[in-house]
């Protein structure tokens, strides 16, 4: 049976300048259930990291309200704070202390027994696969290792849900992919997690549910799958041409084999009918058009596709 560990219920944020006022997040609903990795998807500065800040208590919510395991959050801060922890985009590890010296300072805050402390410490660098690097400094620590390192010291006090803001920011390639299976495997083993990104792959890589956030406002939430099938055909053809004109654009959703046809950054996006498109016939309507076609390919629809349907921008429109 599914439990809820996380209610946010019409959650608003409205930050007042000297001019006017600004809607940060607007009327949020959502509901996070235990042992899930819930995703929070969205490019910069559509109000995920805003809030993020409420749901762990640093910033104050201009209405609405925010259950923890049956509890409002707000009711008993310290309490709250033992059963979340959060990883933060930026590194504020010691660097002057080993791996194993943050994680023990870490456990001092919640006054967890040294012999346990010690005991999970051993546990967490096990999991995070940084065991042999125990005793050494932080300092000298590649991103993706000291972002692994932040984890395993936000499990410390074995919290009941762990958020993730934007956690492999920065991070190549290879270090983003590592960091996805230590995700993984912490998930596995009952870690509730809430992840926010704009990558578009790591939800689909990591997450059971997918909240979509554009300009403070939910615009959609289910399993990757589902959000995918929003998209009016399942293949898509994206054309790189520099510029769309508006009537060209009108023009390809008239086509016959087009479900339905979009334009953001020089791209145009078609949604095609047929699992296996005739691509010579678009080509040769693009020419006909005086199209400049830089780039062209096929692809099954994506969460980019679907914040593309849904917006009209695209989540590498950052």
Known sequence: MTQTILNVENLSKTFSTKNSQIDVVRDVNFEVNRGEIFGFLGPNGAGKTTTMGMLTT???????????????IWGNLTDTRKRISIVTQHNN????LTARENLLFHARYFNLPSDEAAKRADRFLDLMDL???????????????????????????????L?????????????????????????????TIFLTTHYMEEPEQLCDRVAILHEGQLKALNTPEELKKLVPGQNVVSVRTGDVRDELLSEAKTLPEVEDATAEMGTLRFYMKDATPDLGELVKWLRSQDVNILSMNLHLSTLNDV??????????QR
């Open 58 to 72: 640093q910033i104050r919510p201009t209405s609405g309200e925010i259950i923890l395991a049956e509890k409002s």
């Open 163 to 191: 958020f993730l803001d934007e956690p492999t920011t920065g991070l190549d390639p290879q270090s983003r992919v590592l960091l996805w299976e230590e995700i993984k495997k912490l998930n596995a083993q009952g870690t």
């Open 307 to 316: 914040f593309v349907h849904l917006t009209g921008k695209g989540l590498e």
């Open 93 to 96: 590890l010691d660097r002057g």
């Open 131 to 161: 065991t042999e690097r125990a005793d050494d400094r932080v300092v000298n620590f590649s991103g993706g290792m000291a972002q692994r390192l932040k984890i395993a010291r936000a499990l410390m006090h074995d919290p009941d849900i």
